[in-house]
């Protein structure tokens, strides 16, 4: 019998894709590339541009592209199609539970806790001067306004659901993409601890994956800088890098841009925590 499912995410390029590579090295849950589930056109799901999103989940999960399909049509919500898939991605894998990843997962716990009551949510979240600076170097909503609007949107409105939902201790964890790298031995036995399961050292290090980039290459045509970087080992080559990228301008503006959406408070939190050096 399966477990509750996890769901994991937080702001793009804030760990969310390390933790689930180093999470899913656990011998009792699955766990595969993002799905975005909560943005899929259900009511159009018979439609081309669904079907172009249900053909690049099969090449994600090495499922046929007809059985993802079926999947689909079978399911009478996003939710119940997901929930089908990685079962099936669970039953493959021969373990007990699975975890789906997509950054946006944090600002849907409303939608997630009405669909899996028993889901557990784990919520990365980093400085977020690096998480600019990394768009930055990305050339990706890399000016003031569109960073606000994609923090206050993902990190935010996280914030605003929880202050509505109040979950409990065994629903909700929040950790620091700055512990994970700094010491991921501790961070991962907090983050199996919430989840109930036995420790297993393999989740505390990281050497690489090369696999997942090559698949979304080939899916997409598109090469990710974050699964680029998931080629090389665990490092902490990337914590406090925004000194480096960032001009005191930059810094002012997103900070600004950030308050001006009303989270200054939370922007303050989570640079103050873990100044860069």
Same mark, same amino acid.
């Given at each position: 019998? @399966? ?11 804030? #760990? ?11 011998s009792a849950i699955a766990s595969g590339l993002e799905t975005y589930w909560f943005d899929w056109d259900w009511a159009n799901r018979n439609g081309?541009?669904?079907?172009? &999103? ?36 669970? +039953? +493959? ?32 979240? %980093?400085?977020? %001067?690096? &998480?600019?600076?990394? @768009? &930055? ?18 990190? #935010? ?24 790298? #700094? ?31 090559? $698949? ?24 406090? $890098? ?11 503006? $997103? ?6 959406? #009303? ?15």
């Amino acid at each position: 019998m @399966l477990r509750e499912p996890i769901f994991l995410g937080g702001m793009f390029k804030s #760990g969310t894709t390390l933790l689930r590579a180093m999470l899913g090295q656990h011998s009792a849950i699955a766990s595969g590339l993002e799905t975005y589930w909560f943005d899929w056109d259900w009511a159009n799901r018979n439609g081309a541009e669904m079907r172009r &999103v249900f053909e690049r989940l099969a090449d994600y999960f090495h499922m046929s592209a007809g059985a993802v399909l079926a999947l689909a049509e079978s399911a009478a919500t996003p939710a119940a199609c997901l929930d089908a898939l990685m079962r099936e991605l669970t +039953r +493959r894998e021969s373990k007990r539970r699975w975890a789906e990843k997509t950054p946006g997962n944090i600002a849907h716990v409303d939608r997630i806790w009405d669909a899996w009551p028993d889901a557990q949510v784990i919520h990365i979240t %980093r400085d977020p %001067r690096d &998480v600019f600076a990394s @768009l &930055v170097e990305a050339r990706k909503w890399d000016t003031a306004a569109e960073f606000a609007d994609r923090w206050a949107a993902t990190v #935010g409105r996280n914030e605003q659901l929880l202050a509505q939902l109040r979950p409990g201790a065994e629903s909700y964890l929040a950790i620091r993409y700055e512990d994970l790298i #700094g010491a991921p031995d501790a961070t991962m036995r907090r983050v199996l601890e919430f989840l109930h399961e036995q420790w297993e050292p393999q989740v505390a290090s990281f050497n690489g994956r090369q696999e997942d980039f090559e $698949i979304v290459l080939e899916a997409t045509g598109k090469a990710s800088t974050t699964l680029e970087r998931l080629k090389e080992p665990l490092t902490d080559d990337r914590v406090g $890098i925004w000194p480096q990228v960032l001009s005191q301008a930059q810094v002012a503006a $997103i900070q600004q841009a950030v308050a001006a959406r #009303g989270f200054a408070d939370l922007y303050a939190r989570l640079t103050t925590e873990h100044p860069a050096a």
